[in-house]
């Protein structure tokens, strides 16, 4: 009687050890694992050995817990037959029900999931041995999962592609940015790493022509000016690399860097107006303006530069796009000194915005967490036109998307100036 009981309990506590095991496992953090790994953690390369071959690792967690429970429910059974007669049946189904419920699986993996990658550690000694020895008996068990599944044409696994993965990854940044979001400093940087986060994800999706400098912006000097004027232009540019064009603004004759421009001012010696400016210039890079920002960033890498000229399907001059242009879509803007700063966004004390008609969709919803579409247009004001379907005047006003716009300003064809009201309430509720 004795002997029996004490089999019993250990058989709950090793019924309790497989599932545990099962719960720690399952849930352990892959990258914290990784990570142990690299710092020469030997318990850790155990659980991501256990972990590459799951369907093995569940299988022997099953067989195991399923002979020790079963085990323990015949011992029990047989200990109050012996004791109450035929009743004892009812008596060990009803324990051993509460004993499993409670030692053998609640406690277990309560603990697991609370302690998830320390108990991860602890079990992976036991459970990469257990693995070695019910290897034979696992095979033949998968086998036979693998026939009935082909019987009943289920297909028994599914491989992981590339947007499964990276839907994967962006969940995940949302579920463990998501606890920690709030108004105060600790929730403002979770939102900037999360933006930063989401941009580089984004990188293989949005192309140059979203997030270049449009060439109405563009700082382009006459190469045929005297080399005097030119120096001046230069000097007074916030910027370091000029395009030089002549004839026509779209024939870009090469780009000016201004430290090449000083260093031949320092060292020429004759009339500054006959020295030779375009020699001095590097050659232009052009490239498609649905080229994406992963691809350019790359580009840039390999070619060691940082300035390239966007060009649409005909060849036309559509703006610049800077290495410097991709880091600011993942970290945000990037100031210094030189910067020319412009307010493009103006909050208001009723809630509304004063937003320029130039500022990016994109910038805009990830500064403030909005939401409107950026796959029609790139800029407020195109997204207003697109969805207005005509230029509209100053003071008409737009519902769409769930914000409330209206047209400030208006420079000839170009919305300049715009009033945003987000979320605002549909008159027809």
Same mark, same amino acid.
């Given at each position: 009687?004795i002997?029996?009981?004490?089999a019993?309990?250990?058989?709950?506590?090793?019924s $309790?050890?497989?599932? $545990?095991?099962?719960?720690?496992?399952t849930?352990a953090?892959?990258?914290?694992?990784?990570?142990?790994?690299?710092?020469?953690?030997?318990?850790a390369?155990?659980?991501?050995?256990?972990?590459k071959?799951?369907?093995?690792?569940i299988?022997t967690?099953?067989l195991g817990?399923?002979?020790v429970?079963?085990l323990a429910?015949?011992?029990?059974?047989?200990?109050?037959?012996a004791?109450?007669?035929?009743?004892?049946?009812v008596?060990?189904?009803a324990?051993?029900?509460v004993?499993?419920?409670?030692?053998?699986?609640i406690?277990?993996?309560?603990y697991?999931?609370?302690?998830?990658?320390t108990?991860?550690?602890?079990?992976?000694?036991?459970?990469?041995v257990?693995t070695?020895?019910f290897?034979?008996?696992?095979r033949?068990?998968?086998g036979?999962?693998?026939?009935?599944?082909?019987m009943f044409?289920?297909?028994?696994?599914?491989?992981k592609?590339?947007?499964?993965?990276l839907a994967?990854?962006?969940?995940?940044?949302?579920?463990?940015?998501?606890e920690a979001?709030?108004d105060?400093?600790?929730?403002?940087?979770?939102?900037?790493?999360r933006?930063?986060l989401k941009?580089?994800?984004?990188l293989?999706?949005?192309?140059?022509?979203?997030i270049?400098?449009?060439?109405s912006?563009?700082v382009?000097?006459d190469?045929?000016?005297?080399?005097?004027?030119?120096?001046?232009q230069v000097?007074?540019s916030?910027y370091?690399?000029?395009?030089l064009?002549?004839?026509?603004?779209?024939?870009?004759v090469?780009?000016?860097?201004?430290?090449?421009?000083?260093?031949?001012?320092q060292?020429?010696?004759g009339n500054?107006d006959?020295?030779?400016?375009?020699?001095l210039a590097?050659?232009?890079?052009?490239?498609?303006d649905?080229?994406?920002?992963l691809?350019?960033l790359?580009?840039?890498?390999?070619?060691?530069?940082h300035f390239?000229?966007v060009?649409?399907?005909?060849?036309?001059?559509?703006?610049v796009?800077?290495?410097?242009?991709?880091?600011?879509e993942?970290?945000?803007?990037?100031?210094?000194?030189?910067?020319?700063?412009?307010?493009?966004?103006?909050?208001?004390?009723d809630?509304?915005?004063?937003?320029?008609g130039?500022?990016?969709?994109?910038?805009?919803?990830?500064?403030?967490?909005?939401?409107l579409?950026?796959?029609?247009?790139?800029?407020?004001a195109?997204?207003?036109?697109h969805?207005?379907?005509?230029?509209?005047d100053?003071g008409?006003?737009?519902?769409f998307h769930?914000?409330?716009?209206?047209?400030?300003?208006?420079?000839?064809n170009?919305?300049?100036?715009i009033?945003v009201?987000?979320?605002?309430?549909d008159?027809?509720?």
């Open positions: 009687m002997e029996s009981i004490l019993i309990v250990l058989l709950l506590v090793l $309790g050890l497989f599932s $545990g095991s099962e719960t720690a496992l849930a953090s892959r990258p914290l694992m990784m990570e142990l790994e690299k710092g020469g953690n030997r318990r390369s155990l659980v991501n050995q256990l972990l071959t799951r369907e093995q690792l299988g967690i099953l817990n399923n002979l429970n079963i429910s015949s011992l029990a059974t047989s200990v109050m037959i004791a109450f007669g035929e009743t004892g049946v008596y060990a189904t324990a051993m029900t004993l499993v419920l409670i030692f053998a699986e406690l277990p993996k309560t697991a999931l609370t302690h998830t990658n108990a991860a550690l602890a079990v992976a000694p036991i459970m990469r257990l070695w020895v290897w034979p008996v696992t033949v068990i998968q036979l999962v693998q026939v009935m599944l082909k044409k289920a297909d028994a696994g599914q491989e592609t590339a947007p499964h993965a994967e990854l962006r969940g995940a940044i949302e579920l463990h940015t998501a979001d709030g105060g400093p600790a929730g403002r940087t979770v939102r900037r790493e933006a930063m941009s580089v994800l984004d293989a999706d949005v192309e140059v022509g979203e270049m400098v449009h060439r912006k563009l382009m000097i190469a045929d000016l005297p080399a005097s004027e030119i120096v001046e000097l007074n916030p370091t690399r000029i395009p064009w002549r004839d026509r603004m779209d024939n870009i090469g780009v000016l860097h201004v430290k090449a421009l000083l260093r031949a001012v060292a020429y010696t500054l006959e020295m030779d400016v375009v020699g590097s050659p232009t890079w052009f490239i498609p649905t080229t994406t920002l691809h350019q790359q580009a840039f890498r390999e070619r060691r530069e390239a000229m060009v649409d399907e005909y060849g036309t001059i559509m703006g796009v800077t290495l410097e242009d991709i880091l600011e993942i970290v945000g803007d990037i100031t210094d000194e030189h910067d020319v700063q412009v307010a493009g966004v103006r909050p208001q004390a809630g509304s915005y004063l937003v320029n130039d500022v990016t969709i994109r910038d805009l919803n990830r500064e403030f967490e909005w939401d579409p950026d796959d029609v247009a790139n800029t407020l195109g997204l207003v036109l969805e207005a379907r005509r230029i509209p100053p008409q006003t737009f519902l769930g914000f409330r716009f209206e047209v400030l300003k208006r420079m000839r170009r919305i300049t100036s009033k009201i987000p979320k605002a309430p008159p027809s509720e």
